[in-house]
Each structure stands twice: as structure tokens, then as C-alpha cells.
């Protein structure tokens, strides 16, 4: 993370402040009974000064710039990489510090007591099939040269090609491995060190990879996989291998989320091995971990029913009475509007729910609020569903009021800021901002569209055929022209894909085109509603045919007809 810059000077708001730390809101031309002269630079005396004692070279915050190598001099370098080129960095942790015998200058000395500047100039000159003559190269001054280009590209391309002949000719030709679901359980674990775990990975041949190479080399080529993006998941593998317990039993994806501290990928690696067989998901998700956290110290019978609700909400059931598995978003809001009321229950000395009344019910209820709602649906639920399941004899939420929301009045956009975003020099904010203020997407529905589902100008969205409107398919246009000169050999059937989406099938987040606008998919879907809702008088059938949302919902937007317009309202 690079350091923040000092902030300007107050007055002329072009240099920084003289020093940030005591505080200073001047820079020393503005400074009162001046212009002052600046001090020179504490770390290299240099009169360009910057702030806080130090020049625009040496201070952090200050801007980047090319400049010479400290080392050889070399030009190309900059200060986050602490002024030195590549062979300087090594050159400065092997040799000490002394006066060069052949330029005088004061700098890391091999052992031919040459600087880095002068044994470069040596090699420069070299004749082949002889040592590097110092005093001849350099006896005239020296060349100076561009940084981190003195290395022997074709001599080490050859030498790695030797290698990886040597290593296919050593392989065999055809791998034996089984493959089994068993696996032997620890007594403990004992944590390996990271320095063992990388140079076993880097040195010991690896069976996984072996296993996996032929998958791997498929996969990457047909999903246009960048050689480095290959390299990191052979590297994971190799990681996975050392780390295995069990030899020839599949890997858990717990254990490719473990390699990822000694430098392995997850995301690459997980559909390799998915692709291979050899995976055993073992991740929970988040709400899972919610719930566990929420529900421990509760009394084991108590736990248990509420484990019941928790798998009908997340899985669903499939024997009657059956129920649609709900959103994870959905769980966690009742359990956060439950949990407390849980504990509470707990302390009083419940220990079933089974035990829970209608006047318990109302006294653990909320006043009002957010939290009364959350927990009025959740116990709801609960109930109901253990009801169904016959683990308690009545259902006590039956006859207490429903908690209702806090209504609120949708307010309008700015219409500046959405003519900004849909002209925006982004292909794809641009078309996400049309497809939404012109036909009213949602951020999930805008995240699965597929490029199969929009033809001959036409969008097919849940059975419906929706014509698109021209600025819409003129923003389109220029986004796929867009996809097909950055990702051209992408195999992703969504229509938004990215730099981590298109090497894959998943779609982008819901946000992807939304981080920087200042505004989210569903406040722009609001404005647009509530436009719509004005320009029809408050047409609500209309409305939710062509949104695709309930009478409440739609009532919602009367109001702010009815607020604007009094004789209106619905309600007089």
C-alpha cells in the first residue's frame, strides 16, 4: 500500500506543506515573512525539497518518477523498488560495502574489487571465450545503460528447455493412481512449517500434478488460461501434494483454502480438481457459520429443533409438507432478528421450545423496529415449520398481531447523475445503467443474463419478451465489441464478464458495474418506477405487469404520487 501524500498548502495549493507532523498548513515560499529558502534533504542533501525534510526522490508519499539505479546508475527505476534495478538487488545482499578500484566510487565491491557499474562495462566489452578485462573496459569511463535488460535471455532459454527435456525423458510414461473416497483420521495435527512445505513442493516430484496435468493442459487451453494462471495452479498442486495426510485420497477444498498462505490460487485450483474427480467439498458457508455461532451455549434440545428449521430453510423438503429452500440473505436476517430472543429464553431455564407460550412470544418481541420485524417473521417460521414436523403441540404466534414494516416514500434520482452514468466511457457500466433505467433490471437479473437470451434486438427475461429500446442496443453494440477485442477466446455464456470471469463460467458479482457510480441497480430501478408510476397516474396493474412486482409493493410507490398530488391518493 503506498503511503498518502502530505496534503497542499493552504495558500497557494500547489506545493505540499512544509511538514504534516507538527502540523503545518504552509510550504515554506508561503510561509509568513517569506518566501523562506527550503532546507536540503536529511537523506541525501538534495536541494528539491518535497516535505518533512525530504526531497521528491526520497520522500514516500511523493510522486513516482523514473530515475538512476543506485547501484550501476542504470536508467529505469523507481523509488518502490528502493532506486535499484533487479541485478542490484542481488548485487547489495552479496557484497560488502568499498571504494571501487577501477571508477572510485564508494558502492557494493565484488570480489575483483569492481562495482556493479564497472564489472558490467567489463562484460560489456568481453571477448569471447575470456574472462571480463576490468582495467581495459574501464580505463576510458563507462557506458551507461537502460535498467534490468543485462541478462542472457536466449542462453537461459535454452537452459530451461534442456531441463524440461531432461525432466520429460526421467518421467514415466503412464502414472498409476488410486483413488479413494477413505481417509485415515489423525490422532493430531501437527502444523507444518512454511519453509519445509515450499521446498518439498519445489524439489520432490508430485503425483497430484501428474494425475491432474492432462486436465489442467485441456482446461487452460480451451478456456484461454494465461501462462501464469497455469503455473500458480501447477504450483497449488504440487503445494496440495506435500500437504496431503493421506496419499491417494481426494483433496478436501478446506485444504486448497489451507494452501492459499503458502502461495497457492483457490478458485483455479478447485475447478481442476473438480474437473479431475478428486474433490470433496467440505466448505460451509457463511450462514451455516452464522448460525453455529448464534446457537451455541442454547440447550441441546433446543438446538436441535432450531437445526431442523434451519436445514428445511436452507435445503428445502422434498416429502410433504414441502417447502422451496429460502435465500441465505432471508435466513440470516431471521436469525439475527431471533437470536437474542433465544438466549433469553435460555436464561429463563427453557430448555424446548416445545415449552414456549403466546405470552412469551409477545413479552420477547421488539417494541418496533427493524429487529421486531426480522423477529416476528423468523419465530414464524420456526414455528411453523416445527409445527409441521410435529416437535411441538401448538404453534404460539398464532393470534399475535403481524409486525408490519416502516413504509417508506421512494425518492427520485438526480437526473445529472444518471445521464453521467449512462454515458460513461465504460462499455459495460454504460450498457448495465441502459438496460436498467430503460427497461428496469435488478442487479441479479442483470448478473445472469446470458448472451443467448438477447436476439434480433429483442431481450427474453423470465418468459417475456421485452423489445430494446435504441440507446440500449446502441450501448450493447459498443460493449460487445468491447468483449471480443479483450476476451475474444472466452467461453463464459454471460453477457458481463471480466478480467476473473472470463478465464471461467461463473458470472460477476452483482455490483461489478456499479463501485464507482454513486448509485446501486436498485435505487435506479426505484426512479425508474417511481417514473413510470407518474407518467401513468398511478396505473398499478400496469405497474407490476411490466416491473414484476406485487400489489404491496407497488402501492409503495403511490405514495409519493399521492404526496406529490393530494386528490390522488388512493386511500381518500
Not at 520432490?204 to 480451451?222: F, I, K, T
Not at 438466549?343 to 416445545?354: K, M, N, P, V, Y
Request: proline letters at 7%; glycine letters at 6%; charged letters at 20%.
Amino acid at each position: 500500500m503506498s503511503t498518502p501524500p502530505p496534503p497542499k498548502c493552504s495558500v497557494c495549493q500547489i506545493n505540499r506543506v512544509a511538514w504534516s507532523k507538527p502540523r503545518m498548513d504552509f510550504c515554506y515560499s508561503c510561509l509568513r515573512g517569506g518566501p523562506v529558502t527550503p532546507p536540503p534533504c536529511r537523506a541525501c542533501d538534495s536541494p528539491d525539497y518535497f516535505s518533512q525534510g525530504l526531497c521528491t526522490r526520497c520522500h514516500p508519499g511523493a510522486p513516482l518518477h523514473v530515475g538512476a539505479c543506485r547501484g550501476c546508475l542504470a536508467w529505469g527505476v523507481y523509488r518502490s523498488n528502493s532506486w535499484q534495478c533487479w541485478s542490484c538487488r542481488w548485487w547489495f545482499t552479496h557484497y560488502p560495502v568499498d571504494v571501487c578500484e577501477f571508477c572510485g566510487r564508494e558502492s557494493r565491491i565484488n570480489g575483483q574489487g569492481a562495482c556493479r557499474l564497472c564489472w558490467e562495462n567489463a562484460r560489456w566489452h568481453q571477448e569471447p571465450g575470456r574472462a571480463p578485462n576490468l582495467e581495459t573496459a574501464n580505463q576510458h569511463g563507462q557506458q551507461l545503460f537502460f535498467a534490468n535488460l543485462q541478462y542472457d535471455k536466449t542462453g537461459a532459454a535454452r537452459r530451461r528447455a534442456a531441463r524440461a527435456r531432461q525432466q520429460l525423458q526421467q518421467r514415466p510414461a503412464a502414472f498409476p493412481r488410486t483413488i479413494t473416497d477413505a481417509r485415515q483420521l489423525l490422532l493430531f495435527r501437527m502444523p507444518p512449517g512454511h519453509g519445509a512445505i515450499k521446498n518439498r513442493a519445489l524439489t520432490s516430484d508430485s503425483q497430484l500434478l501428474r494425475y491432474c496435468e492432462p486436465v489442467l493442459r485441456e482446461h487452460a487451453e480451451r478456456h484461454a488460461w494465461t501462462r501464469r494462471q497455469t503455473n500458480s495452479v501447477v504450483h497449488t498442486l504440487k503445494l496440495l501434494d506435500a500437504l496431503q495426510d493421506w496419499p491417494g485420497a481426494k483433496i478436501l477444498a478446506s485444504d486448497v483454502a489451507t494452501s492459499v498462505r503458502y502461495g497457492g490460487t483457490q478458485t483455479s485450483t478447485l475447478e481442476i480438481l473438480a474437473a479431475a474427480g478428486l474433490l470433496i467439498d467440505d466448505r460451509t458457508t457463511a450462514v451455516e457459520r452464522y448460525f453455529a455461532k448464534k446457537t451455541t451455549g442454547l440447550p441441546d434440545e433446543m438446538t436441535g429443533q432450531l437445526r431442523l428449521w434451519f436445514d428445511v430453510m436452507l435445503t428445502g423438503s422434498a416429502t410433504a409438507p414441502r417447502r422451496r429452500p429460502r435465500h441465505e440473505q432471508t435466513i440470516h436476517l431471521h436469525i439475527q432478528g431471533m437470536a437474542p430472543i433465544w438466549l433469553r429464553w435460555a436464561e429463563q431455564g427453557h430448555t424446548s421450545l416445545a415449552e414456549i407460550s403466546r405470552k412469551d412470544i409477545v413479552e420477547a418481541l421488539p417494541a418496533e423496529g427493524a429487529s421486531r420485524l426480522f423477529a416476528d417473521q423468523g419465530l414464524r417460521s420456526v414455528f411453523t415449520v416445527l409445527k409441521s414436523r410435529k416437535k411441538v403441540f401448538t404453534n404460539p404466534t398464532r393470534g399475535v398481531p403481524v409486525a408490519r414494516s416502516n413504509t417508506t416514500v421512494p425518492v427520485a434520482l438526480d437526473t445529472a447523475k444518471i445521464r453521467d452514468a449512462l454515458n460513461s466511457p465504460e462499455p459495460a457500466v454504460a450498457l448495465a445503467v441502459a438496460l436498467v433505467a430503460f427497461h428496469g433490471l435488478t442487479g441479479p437479473q442483470l448478473a445472469a443474463l446470458q448472451l443467448t437470451d438477447i436476439s434480433d434486438g429483442k431481450l427474453t427475461l423470465d418468459e417475456k419478451t421485452i423489445p430494446l429500446a435504441g440507446p440500449v442496443r446502441s450501448r450493447l453494440t459498443a460493449y460487445l465489441d468491447h468483449r471480443a477485442r479483450n476476451w475474444p477466446n472466452t467461453l463464459n455464456p454471460h453477457l458481463f464478464v471480466n478480467r476473473k470471469t472470463a478465464p471461467r463460467m461463473t458470472p460477476t458479482s452483482k455490483l461489478y458495474a456499479w463501485r464507482n457510480l454513486g448509485v446501486t441497480p436498485q435505487a435506479l430501478r426505484e426512479d425508474r418506477i417511481l417514473q413510470e408510476i407518474f407518467a401513468t397516474g398511478g396505473d398499478v396493474r400496469r405497474i407490476c405487469d411490466f416491473f414484476g412486482i406485487g400489489i404491496d409493493a407497488a402501492m409503495r410507490y403511490t405514495l409519493a404520487l399521492a404526496k406529490a398530488d393530494p386528490e390522488t391518493d388512493p386511500e381518500r
